[in-house]
């Protein structure tokens, strides 16, 4: 996902969601504010295939905007680049997840986390006082896509510990479950409840085909 941000609507859209959502304890937020880490230091990666995978900051130099980490599963000499504009990680120990993050996985939640991000700047930048289907479909998408067992009042709290006004609660709920609903009795696929887990506790959930075709996530 990529944004103008020469914009200065857009750019300022993008900063005061990612700066209440760190001060409202969100894991995604305070990983996008990390500007370079240091040997030795612990991180855990939130998006991409590794994703809930630990590491250690290795002392060899990497390319520039990159550096080489030390998985913990990973063969003694084997180190993985990580590049700091296109994967998202956070520093361990996490510490307390915050209660507003839905019980779901680290890669659903970043999918969520992302979408977010998405609406608030299309609200922002379209100067939107009320809903707009467009303002509402990457969220949808993303909850739809992954048959995600969650209504609008489980992603709402993300969105208001990332500034939206609690004033938009009713409408967004209202058309958002309108949305998923609507969508599960046109086309089937009911959400995958097994998704539902404690909020960041596994990397990404695993269908059985895939558990049985890959096996488990690496740690």
């Not at 894991?27 to 809930?52: H, Q, T, W, Y």
């Not at 969520?112 to 467009?134: E, F, G, P, Y």
């Not at 479950?177 to 609507?182: N, S, T």
Request: with cysteine; hydrophobic share 40%; net charge positive.
């Amino acid at each position: 996902m990529e944004f103008n941000l020469k914009d200065p609507t857009t750019r300022s859209a993008v900063i005061q969601f990612t700066e209440t959502g760190a001060t409202a304890g969100c894991p995604f937020c305070r990983g996008r504010m990390i500007a370079s880490v240091s040997p030795g230091e612990r991180i855990i990666i939130l998006k991409g295939p590794n994703v809930g995978r630990e590491a250690t900051v290795s002392r060899e130099p990497g390319l520039p905007d990159e550096f080489l980490v030390k998985f913990d599963s990973a063969p003694p000499r084997q180190l993985t680049r990580v590049a700091y504009q296109r994967d998202l990680f956070a520093y361990l120990p996490l510490g307390e997840m915050p209660n507003w993050l839905c019980s779901l996985s680290i890669d659903d939640l970043c999918s969520i986390d992302l979408s977010a991000l998405d609406l608030a700047v299309n609200r922002a930048v379209r100067a939107m006082k009320r809903w707009s289907t467009s303002a509402l479909l990457p969220l949808i998408a993303t909850v739809r896509h992954r048959r995600l067992p969650v209504l609008g009042a489980e992603p709402w709290p993300t969105l208001e510990a990332h500034g939206i006004p609690e004033s938009l609660k009713h409408d967004f709920c209202r058309k958002f479950d309108f949305a998923i609903e609507l969508l599960i009795s046109m086309h089937g696929r009911p959400p995958v409840q097994k998704r539902r887990v404690r909020a960041m506790s596994i990397g990404r959930y695993l269908t059985p085909f895939e558990k049985k075709s890959f096996g488990p996530v690496p740690a």
